[in-house]
């Protein structure tokens, strides 16, 4: 392939973002992880089902970085994820010490890369991963809106029986319990679900899409969701690596827009060959801003703390 993207942490988002990546056949893959064996035979493992799945993307499983040297992408996923009980914010001074290591490391490789950070707490993360490696603002963002619209999206599918592929769904703010979907951008076949459905069943569904990550983490018990955070970030990277320029909710250094400054937060980018191209503003009710301040709020207040912890 001529492109290449590193994934960083072969653990459950990272392996299976590796598989999407090389079952789409959108570039090789270099899988690392600091498990002496873990990435080689996962990387391993999944070259040899490449005949079976019919592409020709070549996988490298490796402990250290000079495999990954110029990679176009690098999707950082390397930390401890949640077990039941514990919020993202647990995670904080953790992931955060595996990001800043990882992302220095990442930079001397490959200065020319697009850095998409998916360890959590993620918007504290896109701080920690940004300042570590130097980076212009359009070169480094988080996944979160990817995900947490695709969850909505599924339970708008769920709640009116239509198919996935008719619904949109737009997310704003912090990949946390103050994540502010949009109910009136979100829509089935083009038509807003505030003229589908009653207040309280979206609601119900804006309820179960802020707490879709504690909902799996509580299912699984030992670990939190990896398929879908996994395809989020494929698809991400996809819209990188083909400059599509779609329009993906995406953690992004704001620097006033939305009357925010100097945070990561979700918002609507366009995504191309150079990494966020534009940040979209779109007009917000009073209501919406103010969910929105209070999510900004929230992620401002982690990002202090995170200055005194020695990481
Ligand atoms: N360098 C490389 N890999 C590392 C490092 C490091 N410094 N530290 C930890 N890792 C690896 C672990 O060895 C493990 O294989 O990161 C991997 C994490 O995988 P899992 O424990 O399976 O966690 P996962 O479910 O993939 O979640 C990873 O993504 O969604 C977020 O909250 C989640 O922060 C978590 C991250």
Redesign the pocket.
Known sequence: MDKKVTV?????????AAQRLAEKELCDVVL????EG??QGKALDLAEAAPIEKHDARLIGT?GYDETENSDIVII??????KPGMS?DD?IST?A??VK??AKEVARKSPNAVLII?????DV?CHVAFEACGFPKNRVMGMAGVLDSARFRTFISMEMNVSVENTHAFVLGGHGDTMVPLPRYSTVAGIPITELMTPERIEALVKRTANG?AEIVSLLKT????YA?ASAAVEMTESILKDKKKILPCAALLEGEYGIRDLFIGVPVKLGSNGIEEIIEIKLTDVEQAALNKSAGAVKEMVETLKNLDY
């Open positions: 960083i942490g072969a653990g459950n988002v990272g392996a299976t690392v992880d600091i498990v873990v990435p402990n996923t390397a930390g401890i994820p949640r993202r995670l992931n010490g595996i290591s990882v998916v360890s959590n707490p993620l993360m990550g670990g939190s969701a990896y955070p």
